[in-house]
């Protein structure tokens, strides 16, 4: 392996044909013959370079590939200035969404890098109010996927900001907390579920992640959950519904077999399939020879019920042929 000190750079930027790029594909091949040569460390420190000076969104791109890839702790700094500094690639690329693209990648590469170093940056960006949206879904994306708790509070604070007028950030934040797991971000996201229907088409989306991030938190024994799953359960959405019903399954709370069971009776079938589906997961298949034979099952019930045990079937002989 070749000694770091002794490396010349512009040298290699030359060989790999990095500023007079013609062929980013040639070049990217050049630089991946690398590693055949350098150590890890050694590399992470020549693709920084090359980031650096790189003259084109395709190889700049290519080269942050190549970073996320070695996921090295020396290209960290790099990749949070590139992020931070917006002016960062002004002087090589003037498409604003190239540049927007590159910043988007740059979170991916600061999420898979798993780095809590990154959690500041990443909040900086994601609270900037002249921050461009894409950036902002990004990074809490990014957030969640690093899952420090340190992020959890701002992330709240995203929720609760009425000048936030992105739907689709708050989604992402509200995704993030879901990814990150901690109990105090119940009380929003309750609050989220409890707010009056039909406030906004959009607000549906929000409800239905919210829903997921709570069946990824423990909640068991809070009572203002069970309250917002059973107000959730009347929701004017099928698919809150729904996700309700899975929150509930999951659960292991005392009351969700019965609350489950009224769900049987909705009047949308993708709903009572759900239900169907979700009181078999819990009690297994005598619940659906019970709502078979129930005279106050539905016909939607019933027919979801015979379909799901003839699923079953088929399975069960599927499985007996190969033996």
Known sequence: MADSYSIDYNRLAYECGIVNCADTRGCLEKISALKDKYSDDELAIIYNYFFEIAPTKELILGILSLIDKLRNPESLAVLIDALVIKDKFASRIKDEESITQIRVNITKALANSKNSKAVNPLLYCLNNKDENYKIKLSCADALGKIGDK?????????LEDDEESSVYVKESAVSALGMI???????????????TKGFMSKFTFLKERALEALNKINHKGDPKVMKALRHSLSDESPQVRINAIEVLMNSEEPEAE???????????????????????????????????????????????????????????????SDE
């Open 181 to 195: 797991g901690d109990e105090k971000a119940l009380d929003s996201l309750v609050s989220i579920l409890e707010t």
């Open 150 to 158: 340190y992020a959890v509070m701002p992330l709240v604070n995203v």
């Open 258 to 320: 019965e609350l489950i069971k009224l769900m049987l009776k909705d009047n949308d079938r993708e709903v009572v399939k759900n239900a169907v589906i979700a009181l078999y997961n819990m009690l297994g298949d005598d619940i659906l020879h019970d709502i078979l034979n129930s005279s106050v099952s539905t016909d939607f019930a019933k027919i979801e019920a015979e379909a799901l045990l003839i699923e079953l079937e088929e399975e069960e002989n599927e499985e007996n």
